[in-house]
């Protein structure tokens, strides 16, 4: 999980909460806003999804209240609260496995889900050559950790085996260069690129340059 920095809301989204109601529906949502929304919150992540990293794109996306409309109405169209999950608007039952936003669907717990708003979400977790996402040796955090990566099903065999891939391709890369090489491989790879994307598994990337290099 990285870190996600909020920035300011689209100016559309800014006038159409001085229209909205507390009965206003999402369902309702302006769509040029909504897709005003979209751009931003996109770019705010690189077009990684804010939980497991995956590439995402306006078609394989769609807009998660990190804390659940359902529960927190008075949020429904605060920015602050608005982030982007992998699996588009289309596929609340899709035939791949179900994770992330989807998967968490009305769940929250204020003490067990970690935030990727928060800026030290990353330490909540450690990576595996094999590919899996497990908690931190800090026991502080464990609980927290291990509840977030079952209820986003964060494990499933399908992001095991992309991680897995991204952390060979890191190990392969890095093999015969020399450590100041190795540092600028590793700054190329954290940065966004000219469209303004961060590699897809961010987190797995930070994670294993920081552990071996």
Known sequence: MKHIEKGSEPKSLTSYNKKVSANTKWKSFNRSVKNDTYDSILHEQGYICCYCGIRISRRKCHIEHFRPKSKYTHLTFDYSNLISSCQGEDEQRPTKPV????????????????????????????????????????????????????MLALDINKLKKMRRKVVDGVMQATQDLSEEEIKELSEAWLERDTSGRYEPFWATIDYVMRQFY
Request: glycine fraction near 10%; include cysteine.
């Open 99 to 150: 994770h992330c936003g989807h998967k968490k669907g009305g769940w929250f717990d204020e003490d067990l889900m970690i935030s990727p708003l928060d800026p030290n979400c990353s330490s909540y977790f450690r990576y595996t050559g094999a590919g899996e996402i497990l908690p931190t040796d800090n026991p502080e955090h464990q609980e927290a950790a291990e509840t977030t990566i079952k």
